[in-house]
């Protein structure tokens, strides 16, 4: 834990937490978490990805083919929650293919790890799998896709790069695509986590807290997306200034983007606000809720509050940085 989060206000006891069921009440089974290391994670993401090739073409999809993203030095806990959106797509896929109703996205409740390791990614990555075999059996397609080789000098960054493409794949293949009101509700959640770091912290915040932005009509996913790497970049200021590890990510920001790709990076964002969370002893558990039908504007406004309560943490974090370099 890294010494300045320590000493920006009294800690609670951060509970060892593991993963719990998700969404639909399946439980994970996990392996030995000492057998487990990134090339056998990154493994299996090609393993999902040759399987979600089988049902692109059979479902007569367009194939993904922007490159893989430019990103440097990710961590595992970051690795976790893009394997979650993962799981979420995959799960939506399967009761698509069931012929559920899809209007909005399922409950969500799961309490990650506070330290995690390439097993907790590896039994995300199995269900995930799980999923899929799903689908493939509901649309009567039979076998495996081959295997691939393990290749032992892959890394965490690998496995990150890896769920992005097969989460953008997946985006293809989902009848109903995440909404604006799925990534409203994550980014909600994130305000939520950012308000208790605060309340934990530097209590006085509340005397002078932003208000909720003006509303802005007629905003578009690539606004939002926008708007969330300034929050990205926000968190990865306050990482600096506290000395905590986050990766690099580099986007294009005038490529096509859809509420799919928002979520992707809100779910990002939201991993690097729990990190700073958990690291201050804040305990929460990662919840998100059906949202009622929101728009692009509505999702802007929520990402220019959240924008605005991580300029209060920075700020704070900087003067303490200041102080501690100052001694």
Known sequence: MAELLSTMGRLGVVRQAFVAALVTGVAFHGANANEVEPPDVYQNTLAIRAELETIREFMGRPLEKRPEISVHEAQPREVFFQAITLWIKANRLCREARGASMAHMAKI????????????????????????????RELGLEG???RPSRDASKTPTDVFRSIVQANRQLNHLLENPFSPSDVFAIVNLSNEYVTETLDQLV??????????????????????????????????????????????????????????????????????????ATTAGVEKRYRIRPQAEKVPSDVYQQARHLEALLAVLETSARTLSAQRDNK
């Open 109 to 136: 409740e799961i309490a990650p790890p506070k330290n995690v390791t390439p097993s907790d990614v590896w039994t995300l990555t199995q269900n995930t799998m799980g999923r899929l075999i799903c689908v493939k």
């Open 144 to 146: 495996r896709a081959s």
């Open 203 to 276: 209590p006085e915040w509340r005397a002078d807290a932003p208000l909720l932005p003006t509303y802005v009509a007629d905003k578009a996913p690539i606004d939002v997306f926008g708007q969330l790497y300034k929050c990205y970049a926000a968190v990865r200021r306050i990482a600096k200034l506290t000395d905590l590890a986050m990766l690099e990510l580099e986007v294009e920001h005038d490529q096509p983007v859809t509420p799919s790709d928002v979520f992707d990076l809100a779910s990002l964002v939201f991993s690097e606000v729990r990190f700073l």
